[in-house]
């Protein structure tokens, strides 16, 4: 019996969250935390949860890079917070590989509207970063190490003696850097957040239910309606398409993602290393390698994992512009239920073969390549994230964009999400996650594709 003097019982809240990736799982995994079971949170995506088939989220990977060595201060101070939850929290330790990286930078990075350019008198890339460890009040001595490219060579037993070294004068060496096993990381959170009462469900959303100003849910391509007061687009890739299709369904062109957002394309491709080989590169750091810049941002290789898989990247980054029924002209992922992420034309497994090249040289000549994958994510101008209400219709949120770089924060970045759906994400993170920023020109940012798809068919 409910007497008088009992509070009124305070509604749940309930969140709809479209995509399971890093984005999403995170931001479904700190509701939960914050809230428990008084909030209703619900994880949709394509992949269904007992499928063990490869997804196309660029989440799921073999491996991804951790690292906090970033130019940018705000996502130095980002990456190095959820670095110590990839250290010291039992949910994510299992799956992080401190084995140090090495940095072939031109120092040209751009992470952040802020992060580009040579920096302030000069300064290499290796010591901008050294300044922002300083500033964070992290250890640098003996941890980040600016080394000449003569001497860099005999590090690692000489692992990059051949490597590209171009016009680079000294490498970057950051020992407490690493990576992760991301398809193990992303698989293990989402089994935590059905734990802790996160409903999932497996299905494709084709559109936004939209009523008047509001979103009210998603409609899945079987037809089900699923509404919720607050729906998260965590769609990766996927999500300009997505507010084209509710844009051109409602008539309300201010859905659209316009310049904010392009999807793009990278491949990657694995060797497995003989005994012998795998024992020579155990202690193999991430390398990352910005040479030829020419051929683009960078490509990078990461060290064998158990399997003694080692990975590498390309440098060609490519958009796939086509056609909607509304006529508009948007880059998305092939229309496949996968992507069609395994078909990989000859032109991007030359890619990746020269990143071999230009990393390896001839110490991995014989090395037979496979297993190559096209990765997609959600670009901005700026490469920072879009976490953000979006203001053409409430109870609708944009939280993903990447842009090459976004995996890392999975252990921290649902928090700010949970911020942002509470109005209390500091004033500056707002500003810079925002929907309605400047859109920088793109020019200046080395991940934007500038390549078509079918141009490398
Ligand atoms: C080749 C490559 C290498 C990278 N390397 C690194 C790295 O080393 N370190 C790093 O920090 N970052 C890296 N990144 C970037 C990082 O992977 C991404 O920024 C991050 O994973 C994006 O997460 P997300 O949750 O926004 O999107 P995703 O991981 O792509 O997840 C989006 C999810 O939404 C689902 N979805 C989309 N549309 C729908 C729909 N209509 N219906 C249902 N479900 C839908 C998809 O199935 C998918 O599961 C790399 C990216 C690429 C491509």
């Not at 230009?358 to 390549?369: D, K, S, Y």
């Not at 670009?379 to 995996?407: E, K, M, N, R």
């Amino acid at each position: 019996m409910t007497s008088t003097l009992d509070p009124a019982p305070t509604p749940t809240p309930s969140y709809l969250i479209v995509g399971a990736g890093a984005f999403g799982v995170s931001t479904a995994l700190h509701l939960k935390a914050r809230h428990g079971p008084r909030a209703d949170v619900t994880l949709i995506d394509r992949h269904p949860l007992a499928s063990t088939t490869p997804r196309v989220a660029a989440s799921w990977d073999w491996n991804k890079v951790v690292r906090a060595d970033y130019a940018d201060p705000t996502y130095c101070a980002l990456a190095l917070a959820a670095q110590d939850a990839w250290r010291a929290d039992p949910a994510w330790r299992p799956y992080y590989r401190e084995t140090g990286i090495y940095w072939i930078s031109n120092g040209e990075r751009m992470e952040g509207a802020d992060g580009g350019g040579k920096g302030r008198h000069g300064e290499s890339f290796a010591q901008r970063v050294m300044r922002n460890f300083e500033k964070l009040g992290r250890e640098r001595d003996g941890v980040l190490r600016e080394v000449p490219v003569q001497e860099a060579r005999r590090e690692y037993g000489g692992l990059f003696e051949h490597a590209d070294y171009g016009t680079v004068q000294t490498v970057l060496v950051n020992r407490s850097s690493g990576w992760a096993d991301a398809k193990g990381a992303l698989e293990g959170a989402i089994a935590r957040a059905v734990e802790m009462g996160v409903r999932y469900v497996g299905a494709e959303v084709e559109g936004l239910v939209v009523e008047g100003d509001r979103a009210v849910g998603v409609r899945t391509r079987d037809g089900d309606v699923i509404t919720a007061e607050h729906t998260v687009l965590a769609t990766g890739a996927f999500t300009p398409l997505l507010l084209q299709r509710a844009a051109e369904s409602t008539g309300r062109a201010d859905l659209a993602a316009g310049g904010r957002i392009v999807a793009a394309g990278v491949t990657t491709g694995l060797t497995t290393l003989d005994e012998q080989t795998a024992a020579r590169f155990a202690d193999m750091p991430v390398c990352i390698q910005e040479n030829p810049p020419e051929r683009g941002a960078s490509n990078g290789s990461l060290p064998p994992n158990e399997n003694r898989q080692l990975k590498w990247w390309g440098q060609c980054i490519f958009r796939n512009t086509q056609t909607t029924p509304g006529g508009a002209r948007i880059s998305a992922p092939p229309l496949k239920n996968d992507y069609a992420q395994w078909e990989v034309p000859e032109k991007l497994k030359e890619d990746v073969k020269y990143a071999n090249k230009a990393t390896f040289g001839e110490i991995g000549e014989r090395w037979e390549l496979e297993q190559y994958r096209i990765c997609w994510d959600a670009v901005t101008p700026s490469q920072d994230f879009i976490i953000s209400p979006h203001p053409a219709a409430a109870g609708l949120y944009i939280a993903t964009c990447g842009s090459f770089h976004g995996w890392k924060f999975m252990p921290i970045i649902g928090d700010y999400v949970a911020q942002m759906l509470e109005g209390a994400l500091a004033p500056d993170l707002a500003a810079r996650w925002a929907w309605d920023r400047e859109i920088i020109d793109t020019a200046r940012n080395k991940v934007w594709p500038r390549t078509e798809l079918r141009d490398l068919l």
